[in-house]
């Protein structure tokens, strides 16, 4: 700490110059660093991550080609994994339930499969039987609220295992305007 203060306060007035120059190397070191890191991505093949996309290589490096080369091979590997999806998910539910599921919507008399396919797994089950029927209520977007209570934005309610409604409880204080 007391080099820190020293470095910022003491030596500028000693040596104006040096401290400046001491001041703009501390980043330095991360950035090379980072670049390492990306380069060792890149060597073995890995998919680079888009936050680090300062340090990618630039055309005419020597990791640049290879860099362009892995990017293609992720993208048509994401391609393949995408379509693969879509194909299984038409051959389970026929082409219309699958275009919904694609499309990430929601519709009154889905099965709890489709809420699965759609939203993917709740974070919270109540059931009820209210009047010989099964009631069902799923609560997704799990946050803790300004009382420090769990409070959930999505919630998803079912009957005999069809979908009956469903809430979006996020942004409430702007709903009814």
Do not use: C
């Amino acid at each position: 700490m007391k080099n820190i203060l020293k470095s910022l306060f003491i030596e500028p007035f000693i040596d104006p110059i040096g401290a400046i120059k001491k001041n703009l190397s501390f980043g330095f070191h991360k950035d090379k660093q980072k670049q390492q890191l990306v380069d060792q991505m890149i060597m073995k093949g890995d998919d680079v991550p888009s936050y680090l996309s300062m340090y990618f290589p630039k055309p005419g490096d020597s990791l640049y080609n290879q860099w362009e080369m892995n990017n293609k091979r992720f993208v048509q590997l994401r391609r393949d994994k995408e379509s693969k999806i879509i194909d299984d998910l038409i051959v389970k539910y026929g082409d219309e339930i699958a275009k919904k599921i694609i499309n990430k919507e929601l519709w009154v008399g889905m099965d709890i499969n489709h809420i699965y396919e759609v939203k993917g797994s709740h974070k919270k089950r109540v059931d009820n039987v209210i009047n010989k029927v099964e009631q069902t209520i799923l609560y997704y977007d799990k946050h803790v609220n300004r009382l420090g209570n769990d409070a959930y934005d999505f919630e998803i309610t079912l009957e005999s295992g069809k979908v009956v409604g469903w809430k979006n409880r996020a942004n409430v204080a702007t709903r009814n305007l």
